[in-house]
């Protein structure tokens, strides 16, 4: 059968992003080497291990493709000579995968003119994936999946970083029942995504490669992941930083932008 386009790329990031869940699970749990970057923040060898791996798969495949990816070093994003990108996150969630919990995973997207055209999120130690095209249907293992719609007198089950959920709590805690932050992002808004989460506030500075896969997923599951003035996330092939963000469904999106009044940029 011959695929072709976003189709043909989904197969692509879908096959390779389970290959890169199997490598992350041979240092799951063993002690891998860590090394910590800049803002004190981790990168195991795993990280690096399928980083590599991904990066010669998915370019080798696509040579005309640009690459973003979280391990990549300082002058390593490729343009390419095409309109379209991955954006990369070898694992995210990589302070989780080094305590060993499950809710780490690979986040694997395509970007066309800005915005997303294909996502994989692939969560190996909780034996799920999540794929979508921008004219497809959001699937979870292989079955749709769909935001939640709380009714207006619904208490909101949000989770976000403890820092924000201090600050909503204290303007609004009645509006919403808090759930267990996941320290992956995009893993977190894959739960909004399939409704598992109705929403879920973002800090300052998540990156391109937090969110993109997610991004897509949450749009064609019926909701939106924006920032304060409610506009759709535009992507760049050098990556880029993101303002406060938040994610639920279109009719939960106008109470959420408002729980986000109480934090600051």
Same mark, same amino acid.
């Given at each position: 059968m011959i695929l072709s386009g976003y189709q043909a790329d989904l197969e692509l990031v879908k096959a390779a992003a389970v290959e890169a869940g199997e490598i992350a699970l041979g240092f799951?749990?063993?002690?891998?080497?860590?090394?910590?970057?800049?803002?004190?923040? @981790?990168?195991?060898?795993?990280?690096f291990a399928v980083d590599l791996m991904l990066r010669n798969t998915l370019v080798g495949a696509r040579p005309d493709y640009?690459?973003?990816?979280e391990e990549m070093q300082p002058g390593d994003a490729r343009t390419g000579t095409g309109s379209r990108f991955f954006v990369v996150d070898p694992i995210d969630g990589t302070r989780a995968y080094l305590r060993g919990e499950d809710t780490w995973c690979v986040s694997i997207a395509v970007v066309e003119n800005g915005r997303p055209v294909?996502?994989? /999120?692939?969560?190996?130690?909780? *034996?799920? /994936?999540?794929?979508?095209?921008?004219?497809?249907?959001?699937?979870?293992?292989?079955? @749709?999946?769909?935001?939640?719609? @709380?009714?207006? *007198?619904?208490?909101?089950?949000l989770a976000m970083p403890d820092a924000m959920r201090k600050r909503v709590?204290?303007?609004?805690?009645?509006?919403?029942?808090?759930?267990?932050?996941?320290?992956?992002?995009?893993y977190r808004l894959a739960l909004v995504a399939c409704g598992r989460l109705d929403g879920t506030l973002i800090r300052p500075r998540a990156s391109d490669w937090d969110i993109a896969a997610a991004d897509l997923l949450i749009e064609r599951a019926g909701g939106l992941l924006c920032g304060r003035a409610g506009l759709p996330t535009v992507y760049r092939s050098e990556g880029r930083r993101h303002e406060i963000l938040m994610a639920a469904s279109l009719a939960a999106m106008p109470r959420l932008r408002r729980l986000a009044e109480a934090v600051p940029d």
């Open positions: 799951f749990r063993r002690d891998p080497k860590v090394w910590w970057k800049e803002g004190n923040s @981790p990168v195991s060898e795993a990280d640009g690459w973003v990816s294909v996502g994989v /999120i692939a969560a190996p130690s909780m *034996g799920e /994936i999540f794929e979508v095209t921008a004219d497809g249907t959001p699937l979870m293992n292989g079955a @749709p999946c769909a935001v939640a719609e @709380p009714g207006p *007198g619904d208490r909101m089950r709590e204290a303007s609004d805690g009645e509006a919403f029942t808090s759930e267990k932050a996941v320290p992956s992002l995009a």
